[in-house]
């Protein structure tokens, strides 16, 4: 085998720190990504509660819609838009 190039991380030092470098680095994306998601999903929720207020019956076609319970429907919009 032939030997390996001095420009690679040799030591377990570095090894260790760019392993940690990259965690970090992950843990960061991770966290704005589920702030993302939760952002998407309490704007969904808030816009599926306005449109279950428009009419008589527009919360059951919107579980009709969404293949979910009336009450999940319920349960989700309170959740998002109660601060």
């Known amino acids: 085998m032939p030997p390996r190039p001095d420009t690679q991380a040799s030591t377990t030092d570095e090894i ?8 970090t680095e992950l843990d960061h994306v991770v966290s704005e990504a589920a702030k993302t998601v939760s952002e998407a999903e309490r704007k969904f ?8 207020k428009s009419r008589r019956g ?4 919107i579980a009709a819609a969404l ?8 349960k ?3 959740k998002h838009t109660e601060a």
């Open 16 to 23: 260790v720190a760019a392993a940690l470098a990259a965690k």
């Open 45 to 52: 929720w808030q816009r599926i509660g306005e449109l279950s």
């Open 58 to 61: 527009a919360q059951k076609d």
């Open 67 to 74: 293949n979910v319970e009336r009450d999940n429907i319920y």
């Open 76 to 78: 989700n919009v309170r």
